[in-house]
């Protein structure tokens, strides 16, 4: 069943047409249904931790649109969170970390325990892929987590920001102490994602969502380098298993990303013109992207001239359509499905 995957196919390599199609974030907020197990489950931890829930929330775009990728429901910080790291979602006001800022805040972090308190993820992903295996046997599992330069972005700054000051600042002034970090989170990353493939994921993907805010020698040593590392112990484990890199605003550095860290599919996101994607990253290698979400929800005829130029643009290679960032809340449902009907008409 697995090799007839349309999404599995394409990360493969392969350039199937009309192309598979996913969305990053396309279970959440702007789905009434997501909105309702949301206030059930009483808070976004609660609700990342409780595998019947989440993985209800995983496949309900599944139901509703027929995507070809269902992504596990979770979230980036969940691997701080699960090294021990004080976590909460303010609501206005985004993820809060306690900062982590000196090499003992680092050495008190604790791989060794993450299996263990992220074990209600990986139930969750065992649910979705019995659900998915059960109602819809063509969908892909895909599960993530973020790169490590992103995800010490957060720990060290300990809130989301505009350019993330104090985590860019330490990793210049202090390298040693935050290449421990990162070396951490290479450890935990990997197995966070190993665990992930272990219960079902069929494909894993990892997203560094601030890898562009770096100057492209920071750029190799703490987007590129980790992510090889972490690239090559999953392939080490499980070489059928597609890694999709997420490099955002990567910008002419996309080409060396994918050379060196080997990933198998690279997501564009929305500032990358795909023509050049496609000249910069070898025939072989499946691109990912890249609608502007904004465009997804003004609909209509922007929406369809957007959607028909990416496609024109990955006509005859491996590819996979998706957005160039996750889908913003205000977007009516209504314009998704007719992106549906825009992708399985091929533009």
């Known amino acids: ?91 206005g006001e985004g993820p809060v970390l306690e900062p982590l800022r000196d090499a003992a805040a680092i050495a008190a972090l604790e791989p060794d325990r993450l299996r263990d308190r992220a074990a209600p993820i990986f139930d969750t992903v065992r649910l979705t892929r019995v659900a998915l295996d059960l109602h819809a046997p063509k969908v892909t599992l895909i599960g993530f987590a973020g790169s490590p330069w992103t995800v010490a972005a957060y720990m060290v700054e300990g809130h989301g920001s505009r350019d993330f000051h104090v985590a860019r600042g330490m990793a210049l002034a202090d390298p040693g102490t935050f290449g421990r970090l990162i070396r951490t989170l290479v450890e935990a990353t990997t197995d966070y994602l190993l665990a992930q493939i272990e219960a079902g994921a069929e494909a894993v993907m990892l997203f560094d969502s601030w890898a562009g805010m770096l100057p492209p020698s920071q750029f190799r040593r703490w987007v590129i380098e980790p992510t090889t590392t972490i690239v090559r112990n999953v392939q080490r484990l499980h070489p059928s298993i597609p890694v999709i890199g997420f490099p955002r605003l990567a910008g002419p550095l996309i080409g060396e990303y994918v050379a060196r860290t080997g990933v198998s599919t690279v997501a564009m996101d929305t500032a990358m013109d795909p023509r050049f994607a496609a000249s910069a990253v070898p025939a072989g290698v499946a691109l990912q992207g890249n609608l502007d979400p904004l465009a997804l929800v003004a609909g209509g005829a922007a929406l369809e001239a957007e959607t028909r130029q990416i496609l024109a643009a990955m006509r005859g290679r491996p590819f996979v359509f998706n957005l160039g960032h996750g889908i913003e809340k205000v977007t009516p449902v209504e314009n998704v499905a007719a992106l549906v009907r825009l992708v399985r008409g091929g533009g």
């Open 1 to 91: 069943m697995e090799a007839r995957k349309p999404l599995l196919r394409a990360l493969g390599g392969e350039a199937v047409w009309p192309p598979p199609m996913w969305l990053m974030r396309q279970a959440g907020r702007y789905l009434p249904e997501y909105r309702e197990i949301r206030e059930k489950a009483g808070g976004f931890i609660a609700l990342c931790t409780t595998p019947e829930l989440a993985a209800e929330v995983t496949v309900q775009p599944i139901r509703r649109y027929g995507m070809d990728g269902a992504i596990l429901f979770s979230d980036i910080l969940m691997v701080p969170w699960a090294l021990g790291q004080p976590l909460r979602f303010a609501e």
